[in-house]
Structures are given as C-alpha cells and as structure tokens.
C-alpha cells in the first residue's frame, strides 16, 4: 500500500509554493494532525517556528532540509540555528 502524495501548499494570489508554512500546512506536509506538529516542537523534535507578531510560521527550506536530512531531533540537528 502506498501513501498519498502530501499536500503542497499553494500561495493562493499566485499559485506558488508559499516560502513560510503555518501549523496546518506544516501538517499536511507531514502527513499529521496540528496537535501532533505542536508537541513535536514543544519536544524539540521539529523545527522551531519564526513568530512573527502573534502568527507562527516555518520556513519551507528549513523543513525541506529536515526532511531530506531524514527529520532528527532538532536539538542536535546542525540544521537550526539557535
């Protein structure tokens, strides 16, 4: 059985891909539920977001390079800078 192709998200203005993902998108991504993109970050296991006011984002790059890096626990990925 083979898994569906994840969601790409789109920039709905010009149909690219979109340079910062919110939770949902993040999830979809990944192939989870928000709740479960939140307590992998709350563990340090995903990515930290970029606040920006009161919106939390993801640099696509960023977690593109996780994924290719085959997503390890952040704190000891070389990947995020802290």
Same mark, same amino acid.
């Given at each position: 059985?083979? +898994?569906?192709?994840?969601? /790409?998200?789109?920039?709905?203005?010009? =149909? *690219? /891909? !979109? %340079? +910062?993902?919110?939770?949902? !998108?993040?999830?979809? +991504?990944? $192939?989870?539920? *928000?709740? *479960?993109?939140?307590?992998?970050?709350? %563990?340090?296991?995903?990515?930290?977001?970029?606040? +920006? =006011?009161?919106?939390?984002? #993801?640099?696509?790059?960023?977690?593109? %390079? #996780?994924?290719?890096? $085959?997503?390890?626990?952040? /704190?000891?990925?070389? $990947?995020? !800078? /802290?």
């Amino acid at each position: 059985m083979s +898994l569906p192709e994840p969601v /790409r998200p789109r920039d709905p203005v010009n =149909g *690219t /891909r !979109a %340079a +910062l993902l919110d939770v949902a !998108a993040l999830a979809a +991504l990944l $192939g989870l539920s *928000t709740r *479960t993109v939140r307590r992998l970050v709350d %563990a340090g296991k995903c990515p930290p977001p970029v606040r +920006l =006011g009161g919106c939390v984002r #993801w640099p696509r790059a960023t977690i593109e %390079a #996780w994924i290719a890096d $085959g997503c390890p626990s952040c /704190r000891k990925w070389r $990947g995020v !800078a /802290r």
